[in-house]
């Protein structure tokens, strides 16, 4: 007689349940920006968006984002999910925001940015009390880009809002209630595999199977941007025999062109950006900085040579034409095949019978 019970196959012993089942992903596009990091993820590929909506890796939390270019739902319906987490009615979220934050001590009887309508005054919410309702009881804040993390190009010198970063309006010593400083990725946009990787790693925290994200100082996940872009960068070699390209268009190093990738902390160049293909400097674009604190005003004008490469490109230009000749000296040498590869009728290759 067959038994009741049903078939468990053996290897689900490998399963287990994460420590948090379901998660929320509020995502605000409503700071100052423009959506480029909420459009650049949909290119990740390690993992997916799809591979984290569909659950590709087990043992995670199953995930419901909340991002207004990807939502299905629409206006009130879409701005539900934020009402219940800000009335504490949604303890499993996390909240990223994308764009600048703005100083609305300064907007007057208006606002720079909002979200939705409050149902009693029906007036716009603005961004910063969402910011200030939510980020109290999310389990994590991440800012999604380099205008989210420290403000960006809308920050810029000049700028009317006076807008600022995620850790100058909570405050570089906030922590999330999980215990978590704001997540910063930087890059403008994000690169989409970095994005992608962080809240995956967030994900395998939040499921009880990692430690504390490991951040840097300014709160960049440090696997990421610990390393500069001339650390990955295929250019390395030229800078170091000193052919540097005095043209756009030139396969050398284009740091007298403007690179500042000795100086900036980012790894699109070593990473590519989609599938490794693309990137800045390694494909003859220059680095501006998009992913450092110090970006934009510190950067420009983007196409004058970075001051410290005067100094630098002159100090290599002594030894880099030497080290030049020696190895193309080398290199001669190398694309000869040794003497004993021939045809004659005798053996030169220095084989003794034993
Ligand atoms: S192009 Fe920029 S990042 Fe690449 S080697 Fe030159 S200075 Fe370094
Ligand atoms: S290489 Fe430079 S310009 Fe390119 S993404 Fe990184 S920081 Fe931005």
Redesign the pocket.
Known sequence: MMSATPEVPYGRKTQRAPDLKEVHILWMTAGLGCDGDSVSITAATQPSIEDVILGAIPGLPKVHLHNPVLAYENGDEFQAIFHQAANGKLDNFVLVVEGSIPNENISGEGYWAAQGEDPVTKQPIKTTEWIDRLAPKALAVVGAGTCATYGGIHAMQGNPTGCMGLNDYLGWEWKSRAGLPVVNVP??PV?PDNFMETLLYLLYQLAGLAPMIPLDEVGRPKWLFTRT?HDGCDRGSSYEQAIFADEYGSPNCIVKLGCW?PV?Q?N??KRGWMAGIG???NVGGI?????MPGFPDKFMPFMDEPPGALISTKAVQIHGSWIRKLRGFTNSTLNKEPKWRHNRDELTTGYHQP
Not at 287 to 291: L, P, V
Request: aromatic share 0%.
């Open positions: 890059g403008c690169q872009v990738g900036v980012c699109v160049p990137g800045c400097p680095c501006i900085g998009c992913t």
